[in-house]
């Protein structure tokens, strides 16, 4: 492995409703993927993220798993329901002391508290009133923002305000098979808007009570036309737009691209100038490119997604291919230029079926090497000139994987659901080697 600049930052990432289960403690009030996991079908194991790794109780365990690890930085996510349990008014002083004291735990391990703000778990309260789709739940965004960086703000070494708001707004809201289940293909482009303008009010509010940098975390994913038609060119080119340009260029000042759904009529007269707000660092997750070709006639849908050829596969059937992160941060580099600030890779991983052997070992050769394969992609980035400043594994533990439910395991650290015991797996190992040198 070719070295890393002294200072780049490794890290390892979760969220909240995944890991944390305890969704009634600390007068914690319901979210939207609470309402979703209970609605027959949607889950695929059927089950639910009412004890997931139960981190709420177990954090300090989890903290001396960090140390051990000998990570720089741990991202997690701050759950809104446990802040502001009806996603409005004064904040929940039990729901700030659980962050207040794994903050406190963090630092005292050496490790850096990464938080990001918006990890899908929407207050149910604010869905009731339309969710993203309303206007003012970017209002709302911004001032739990503020009650969450009043508290935790002198200690938090890097905010990140969104998650993945493509993936909230396209699963959640395009196609439903993500809370909260609804199913408006294009018409979803508010809940774009509306997240991207809570983002910008966000960084506004955490800049008035937190001296740290803002960021965002985005997914992206290389877009292969599949076909050589004017028409597969032309889905390829939607699809991209859609995927990779819809959320970054109005974040960089360059407004919105012209993408399948832009609705200018949501968009009201100084909006993209909150929205552009400068940010201190850009988060990048990547698990996997995208094959697009031109879609079926009469498909509601302008592209038409298949499957790659000639990858390996991870447990979710993603393909592996390293090379198309060193390329989608070549493309960032190149598109975007002086606009762009530096980058972190916020999440980076992958599913296999790990299990204990007769020893209780788990050995997981398959990430350490998708993960070998991806560091590398870094730094050969790197050395072409893009600025990238810290590298985060999704994840530290097996966790509750959405609609997947248990099915599917990210984790460094295998987790037994049944008696919650955490077993690091050989990948542990290989990544504390990797951020010792
Ligand atoms: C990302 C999500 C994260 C996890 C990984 C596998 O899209 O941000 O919560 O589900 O995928």
């Given amino acids: 492995m070719p070295a890393f600049p002294a200072g780049f930052r490794w890290g390892v990432s979760t969220s909240a409703y995944q890991i944390e289960g305890a969704t009634a403690a600390d007068g914690r009030g319901p979210s939207i993927w609470d309402t979703f996991a209970q609605e027959a079908g949607r889950i695929v194991d059927g089950s639910t993220a009412d004890e997931a790794c139960d981190h709420r109780h177990r954090y300090a365990e989890d903290t001396a798993l960090l140390a051990g690890l000998g990570v720089s930085a741990y991202r997690f996510s701050v759950a809104w329901p446990r802040i502001q349990p ?3 008014g004064p904040a929940n002083a039990a729901g700030l002391d659980f962050y207040d004291r794994l903050v406190d735990g963090l630092l005292a391990a050496g490790v850096d508290p990464v938080a990001t703000l918006f990890h899908w778990d929407l207050p149910q309260a604010l869905e009731d009133a339309g969710g993203w789709l309303n206007r003012d739940t970017a209002a709302r965004f911004a001032e739990y923002a503020d009650l969450t960086a ?3 703000g002198d200690r938090v070494k890097l905010w990140i305000t969104l998650n993945e708001p493509f993936i909230h707004m396209s699963l959640g809201h395009g196609i439903g098979t993500h809370a909260p289940g609804r199913m408006l293909l294009f018409d979803a482009f508010p809940v774009a ?51 990779n340009r819809l959320f970054t260029d109005p974040l960089l000042g ?81 598109r975007y230029g002086d606009a762009l600030p530096e980058i972190q890779v916020t999440e980076s991983g992958c599913a296999y079926d790990d299990a204990p052997d007769a020893q209780g070992r788990v050995d997981d050769p398959e990430r350490i090497a998708y993960l070998d394969g991806h560091v590398r992609a870094v730094r050969e980035a790197m050395a072409e000139g893009v600025p990238v400043t810290g590298y985060f594994v999704w994840s530290l533990l097996d966790n509750w994987e959405w609609a997947e439910g248990f099915t599917k395991r990210f984790g460094l650290v295998h987790v037994d659901y049944a008696t919650q015991r955490r077993t690091p797996k050989s990948s542990y190992a290989w990544f504390r080697d990797l951020t010792r040198r």
């Fill in 193 to 243: 808007h509306h997240q991207l303008l809570g983002h910008g009010l966000a960084v506004a509010a955490l800049r008035a009570s937190s001296t740290s940098p803002v960021a965002i975390a985005n997914n992206y994913s290389p877009v292969r036309q599949v076909g050589d038609t004017d028409a597969d060119r032309a889905a390829t080119e939607a699809y991209d737009a859609l995927h």
């Fill in 150 to 152: 009043a508290r935790l």
């Fill in 86 to 88: 009806t996603g409005a």
């Fill in 254 to 334: 360059l407004g919105y691209p012209d993408a399948p759904g832009v609705d200018p009529a949501v968009v009201r007269d100084g909006d993209l100038a909150v929205i552009a707000a400068p940010i201190d660092v850009l988060g990048v997750n990547y698990y996997n490119p995208t094959g697009i070709r031109a879609p079926e006639e009469g498909s509601p849908l302008p592209f038409e997604i298949v499957p790659l050829d000639g990858y390996a596969r991870t447990a979710f059937d993603w393909p592996v291919a390293p090379d198309g992160l060193r390329e989608l941060l070549l493309h960032l580099h190149r």
